[in-house]
C-alpha cells in the first residue's frame, strides 16, 4: 500500500499460527460488512485521522471495549485490528482496517517506529485479496 510496509523481516512466526491469523482477519472483515451502520456512524465525523486511531487505539489496547458515549456496536473493537495477530511479526506495527461500505474501507496506521499516521482508502476487496495472496504463498 504505497510506502507503507508491515512486518518485520527478521522476525520468525509459526506457519500455521500466520495462517489462522489471516483468516480471523478475514472473518472480522466481514463482521464489520454487518455493522456497516456503526462505522459510518464514527468514521461519518469530520475529525482528523489521529482521533479515530487513538479512538481504536484505546478501544482495543487500553479499554478493551468502545467508549460509553458511542452507544453499543454489535462487535468487539478488536474486529478492526487491520493485521494478523498473536505473532512476532507485527510486533511493531499498528494497523486497524475499518469497512465504511461495500467497496470501501480506510486502513490507519502507523509507520515503523512510531512515526507519521497513515490513513489510506483502500477497496475492501483489494485488502483481503492482498491477504488471501499472502495465505496462499504461505501454505504452497
Known amino acids: 500500500m504505497d510506502d507503507v510496509i508491515f512486518g518485520s ?5 509459526l506457519s500455521d ?3 489462522g491469523e ?3 482477519l478475514m472473518l472480522n ?4 460488512k454487518d455493522n456497516i451502520d456503526f462505522a459510518r456512524s464514527i468514521f461519518g465525523q469530520k475529525m482528523p485521522p489521529e482521533y479515530f486511531f487513538q479512538l481504536l487505539h484505546d478501544a482495543c489496547w487500553v ?14 473493537p478488536s ?11 507485527f510486533d511493531a506495527d499498528e494497523a486497524y482496517f475499518v469497512v465504511v461500505d461495500s467497496m470501501d474501507g ?12 497513515v490513513m489510506l482508502k483502500v477497496n475492501v476487496h483489494d485488502y483481503v485479496d492482498i491477504w488471501r495472496r499472502v495465505k496462499s504463498e504461505i501454505i504452497s
Not at 480506510?106 to 499516521?117: A, D, N, S, T, V
Request: aromatic share 4%; proline share 4%.
Open 9 to 13: 523481516e527478521d522476525a520468525t512466526c
Open 106 to 117: 480506510i486502513l490507519l496506521c502507523r509507520k515503523r517506529g512510531g512515526g507519521e499516521l
Open 17 to 19: 499460527l500466520l495462517v
Open 63 to 76: 479499554e478493551g471495549d468502545w467508549p460509553g458515549s458511542l452507544g453499543a456496536s454489535a462487535v468487539e
Open 22 to 24: 489471516i483468516d480471523r
Open 29 to 32: 472483515i466481514e463482521k464489520q
Open 79 to 89: 474486529v478492526y485490528i487491520g493485521l494478523p495477530g498473536g505473532n512476532e511479526i
